[in-house]
């Protein structure tokens, strides 16, 4: 069994920031893609960023220049930097994450979400 567990999330001004950050636990044997998605409400889950083991990055356009998604493998963490945030960024965001357990195959993994709010 793999856990993700966000923190970091809360209520900000616009134009401020937030961190998040998400720990993998559990029997891991090997870590892949980790990424942050997003869901406001009425509206469906979209990818913010994704990073692969090797550190290669992919961003929404809608972030790509105010978010930063960084890991350290060491710790099985995975952090997404948010700048600039503006009302629009307000969603629950999710950590996912490709693992594998100790002698199983890979599967897919989602934590349970972190709210953010950005409002004046």
């Known amino acids: 069994q793999v856990q993700l567990v966000e923190s970091g999330g809360g209520l900000v001004q616009p134009g401020g920031s937030l961190s998040l950050s998400c720990a993998a636990s559990?029997?891991?044997?090997?870590?892949?893609?980790m990424g942050w998605y997003r869901q406001a409400p009425g509206k469906q889950r979209d990818m913010v960023a994704t990073?692969?083991?090797?550190?290669?990055?992919n961003y929404a356009d809608s972030v790509k220049a105010r978010f930063t998604i960084s890991r350290d493998n060491a710790k099985n963490t995975v952090y997404l930097q948010m700048n600039s945030l503006n009302p629009e960024d307000t969603a629950v965001y999710y950590c996912h994450a490709y693992a594998i357990e100790t002698e199983e195959y890979q599967r897919q993994y989602w934590g349970q979400g972190t709210q953010v709010t950005v409002s004046s």
């Open positions: 559990g029997n891991i044997f090997s870590i892949g893609t």
């Open positions: 990073i692969t083991g090797r550190g290669a990055t």
